[in-house]
């Protein structure tokens, strides 16, 4: 290809533009930062550290223990990490989690409940599976999404259709930055 020429002129111009856009476009790194793990509004409080899985499918040990309840009720869950670092890499996106005194516990790419993925400039997963018995049962389509809004929280946002329901449910979790 000669660069030289007259006309090629035109797509070298196209191309430097092209680059400029794509400058100046954050794309999915507008989420990298530290938030804090547990979410900022009422309960059910959700944390970061359930969104990423060991290889075996389990939660991590080093994020969160388990121990029965003394009067036999539900497991008494405590959440070790209390802030976590979200970094765009080039196959996907990491999660690094601190304690309160910054040691370091745990480093996992964003894997749970599917590998999210970056598309049209935000993190997102999608799934589909059939849910219900009998003749009760439809495809239920789920997606989620990250974002960062203008307070510079991470907003996570869940959306579930059923078509046996009138509406699609929208869940929304924020995850407050960690100045």
């Known amino acids: 290809m000669d660069v030289l020429r007259p006309r090629a002129v035109p797509p070298l111009v196209l191309l430097a533009l092209c680059a400029g856009a794509f ?3 954050p794309g999915c790194g507008a989420i990298d930062g530290t938030y804090r793990n547990a979410d900022t509004k009422d309960p059910p409080v959700r944390y970061l550290d359930f969104y ?3 290889p075996s499918g389990r939660l991590d040990p080093n994020l969160v223990s388990a121990e029965d309840s003394p009067d036999g009720g539900r497991l008494k869950v405590t959440h070790k990490s209390a802030s976590a670092t979200l970094a765009t890499k080039p196959d996907g ?3 690094e989690f601190r304690d ?3 040691s370091v516990l745990a480093t996992h790419f964003m894997n749970f409940p ?3 993925t970056c598309k049209g400039g935000q993190y997102q997963w ?3 599976s059939y ?3 009998g003749s009760n049962t439809a495809l239920v389509k789920t997606r989620g999404f990250l974002a960062r809004s203008p307070a510079d929280e991470l907003v996570l946002t869940e959306d579930r259709d059923d078509p046996r329901e009138q509406v699609i449910k929208r869940a929304e979790v924020r995850f407050a930055p960690v100045k």
């Open 52 to 54: 990423v899985r060991t």
């Open 100 to 102: 309160d005194k910054g």
């Open 131 to 133: 849910h219900g018995l």
């Open 126 to 128: 999608e799934d589909e």
């Open 93 to 95: 996106l990491s999660i």
């Open 114 to 116: 599917r590998r999210w």
């Open 23 to 25: 400058a100046a476009d």
